[in-house]
């Protein structure tokens, strides 16, 4: 019973020290800039860019969650991946049993890693674009469904440790 408590325990830690949770994260303000470039109109390539000013290296970036901000899945702009930097991965995240989704990159080994004063692009996604969310839809929440912004998501980064920073996406990249 003892050794119960004790591993109950350690699960509620590990899951409380995961990063991204936006209570652990910081507001990215200059210490990370993402910056989105979209081309098309019935499908969209949204390419992102990176600026890392913080001091230590980025391993991860989810587009769609920052702070308190979640993206809702908007069934007609159901997003993939096209495309990640050398030695990175990306994926299109829908967590279990909620309506939400983000775009997940992250760096297969340490030597991938964004390092503190570089900038990278290369992380694209494809989606239909504004048009394919038909005007009056309406969500199973009685709600109107308006079209995803993927140039204007939030987003967070994060290093090797928990430290993690969140913001919005912004325009054309200056770099």
């Not at 990278?120 to 996604?125: L, R, W, Y």
């Not at 199973?140 to 980064?157: A, E, K, M």
Request: proline share 7%; glycine share 14%.
């Amino acid at each position: 019973m003892r050794r119960t408590h004790f591993i109950a325990g350690g699960i509620v830690l590990a899951v409380s020290a995961l990063p991204g949770h936006a209570q652990e994260c910081e507001p990215a303000g200059a210490a990370v800039e993402v910056h989105a470039s979209v081309a098309g109109s019935d499908t969209l390539t949204v390419s992102y860019t990176v600026v890392n000013n913080t001091r230590g290296s980025l391993r991860w970036m989810s587009i769609g969650t920052g702070g308190p901000e979640r993206t809702q899945v908007v069934p007609q702009q159901t997003p993939a991946i096209q495309a990640a930097p050398s030695g990175w991965h990306g994926s299109v995240v829908y967590p279990e049993e909620t309506s939400y989704m983000h775009l997940w990159w992250e760096a297969k080994d340490v030597r991938a890693a964004l390092p503190s004063g570089g900038s990278t692009s290369g992380f694209v996604a494809r989606v239909a674009g504004p048009a394919a969310v038909q005007p009056g839809l309406q969500g199973l929440d009685g709600r109107p469904v308006r079209p995803i912004d993927f140039g204007t998501l939030p987003f967070t980064v994060g290093g090797t440790g928990t430290q993690c920073w969140w913001g919005r996406v912004g325009g054309s990249a200056s770099r």
